[in-house]
């Protein structure tokens, strides 16, 4: 790659000025630093929660691009719920979920599938706990869905709603072992975080044995209350 031209396949290819600061402008954004130079050589990895935002900016600034199939599986759902296929919930859980719950859970489902993270953020007393749950629920009826060595999942709440995260569980998801870590009755290894399908902890309990869960293998981590994060 020159100052004004690229090379590819042994055709050089030229660009004008304006179409320079064209792809100077959408590099910055995509590096989302506002100081990033023009790239002279080398390639530039999307990461994968930036892939939506870099396709639309992508097709933006050329509407003739063609994004990976990897890249569409991952934004089409996330552009319209409608595309998202049912959760596979347990039949107890499928009864009782309210339709929004279920768009919620199928959502939270893509996300795993694709290896991201997201923010749940309905209204307060909407239902976020049990959508969470169904997710756990959906990933231990259906193996295939994460990875086979994998059993444990993590939830850090306040301390006040430990307790709640266990009678919840208890409620929606009987088949689903939990224990809760903290106080006095804490787990002590990986070894035993990883016979429980659920382990529900406080964030200063965590922050205290964050050694332990970070040897522990872990499915998914739920983290309620999620600003407490920032602190």
């Keep these: 790659t020159g100052a004004n031209h690229v090379e590819s396949d042994g055709k050089v290819y ?35 929660e930036q892939t939506t935002q870099a396709e639309e900016l992508i097709a933006e600034a050329d509407p003739s691009f063609k994004p990976p199939e990897t890249w569409q599986a991952r ?93 919840e569980a208890v409620r929606f998801c009987p088949q689903l072992k939990t224990f809760v870590h903290h106080g006095s009755k804490r787990l002590s290894s990986p070894e035993e975080i990883a016979a429980h399908d659920i382990v529900v902890t406080s964030y200063g309990t965590f922050v205290r044995d964050l050694a332990l869960f970070t040897a522990a293998p872990l499915l998914c981590i739920v983290g309620d209350e999620a600003q407490h994060l920032k602190n």
């Design 75 to 167: 934004s089409a759902a996330l552009r319209n719920f409608s595309k998202l296929p049912p959760p596979p919930l347990p039949p107890e859980l499928g009864d009782i979920l309210r339709p929004y719950q279920k768009i919620g859970t199928a959502w939270l489902l893509h996300l795993f599938r694709h290896r991201l993270g997201g923010i749940l953020a309905d209204e307060m007393g909407l239902g976020k706990t049990v959508q969470a749950l169904a997710l756990l629920a959906c990933l231990k009826e259906e193996k295939d869905l994460g990875d086979a060595h994998l059993r444990a999942s993590l939830v850090v709440c306040p301390a006040s709603l430990v307790e709640n995260w266990r009678r």
């Design 14 to 48: 030229l660009f004008g000025k304006g179409l320079l600061a064209k792809a100077h402008a959408l590099q910055k954004r995509l590096t989302g630093s506002p100081d990033a130079p023009l790239l002279g050589q080398g390639a530039y990895r999307i990461p994968r």
